[in-house]
């Protein structure tokens, strides 16, 4: 117990008729990056706000650090919520102080932490200007940093990302993997595969509120037992359904999977001896995106 932050046990959630949750159990380690996968209205967000105490379980146990969330624990959890909400007509700087202060900072550091998070997030010029004339990927920023302005302990993020461009969302990323080092526990939903790629040390994927895949990253891709070939190339690529499929393929670009006991040396050896000037041929587990699209996909008709 001593290891985990996050326990949840037997965890149901229902709204009258509509079963959202159903025996959900898991926990989350000290020290690790989290991510919480599933489609919309799986039941993620319902999840965290159960865990945080915003709604009641309608069965089962969720604690933090062995104990049901209360007001007491709210210098120890840093919540971003999927819905945004700011004082928009005051100035970046004074809600930032402002929200500090009510973490249990002083006025001093709360202000000095808050312009140094302004100038690593290129927000520096706002710091007096009202939070409604900043664009949404501007208020996510600040939404951000009031979130981790005290150096919580257990951060949960929900969609941490949603309206910032490709350049901030590597910024974020580098933001969350300076949290980590510094020993914070970092659980985050996410729709965005090439994130948790980067920076999850286990996951939970749920699917209509059931657990569909749980574990290490790595150890989930392996159990697929799939491997994947990433080739890059000059010509044409010739179909041989006997060793393997395509799943992507553009002019100079595909995605191969072998077949049942064909071993990647073989087609390595097979396109070589075709009239194709290989640039790339790399083996790879297959990718979250692959996984989470077959999980969602799992038992349609």
Not at 76 to 89: D, K
Not at 135 to 149: A, D, F, P, V, Y
Not at 187 to 214: P, S, W
């Amino acid at each position: 117990m001593e290891n985990k932050i996050i326990t949840v046990n037997g965890f149901s959630k229902s709204f009258g008729d509509n079963q959202v949750v159903t025996d959900l159990d898991f926990e989350v380690n000290k020290g690790e990056v989290f991510a919480f996968l599933g489609a919309n209205g799986s039941g993620k967000t319902t999840t965290i706000r159960c865990l945080l105490g915003i709604l009641e379980a309608s069965d089962g146990s969720l604690l933090i650090q062995g104990k049901k969330y209360g007001p007491e624990m709210s210098e120890l959890v840093g919540y971003l919520p999927e819905e945004r909400g700011l004082y928009i007509s005051e100035t970046v700087i004074d809600i930032m102080t402002f929200l500090g202060e009510l973490k249990g900072m002083n006025t001093e550091a709360a202000r000095s932490w808050s312009y140094e998070y302004l100038e690593r997030v290129g927000l520096r010029n706002k710091a007096k200007s009202k939070i409604k004339k900043l664009s949404s990927g501007q208020q996510q920023k600040i939404q951000l940093g009031i979130t981790i302005i005290n150096n919580p302990q257990l951060l949960i993020l929900d969609e941490p990302t949603k309206g910032l461009d490709p350049m901030n969302r590597t910024l974020l990323m580098d933001i969350l993997l300076d949290l980590k080092r510094k020993g914070s526990t970092i659980v985050f939903i996410t729709h965005q595969m090439e994130e948790v790629e980067k920076i999850a040390d286990r996951l939970l994927m749920i699917k209509e509120g059931k657990q569909e895949l749980y574990g290490n990253v790595t150890d989930i891709k392996r159990s697929f037992g799939e491997d994947r070939i990433i080739i890059n190339f000059q010509g044409t690529l010739p179909e041989n359904p006997k060793l393997y499929s395509i799943t992507t393929s553009s002019s100079n670009a595909a995605d191969l999977v072998p077949q049942d006991n064909v071993g990647t040396d073989i087609i390595l050896q097979y396109l070589a001896n075709q009239s194709l000037k290989i640039i790339k041929f790399e083996v790879a587990l297959p990718s979250l995106h692959e996984l989470f699209i077959k999980v969602s996909q799992k038992d349609e008709k």
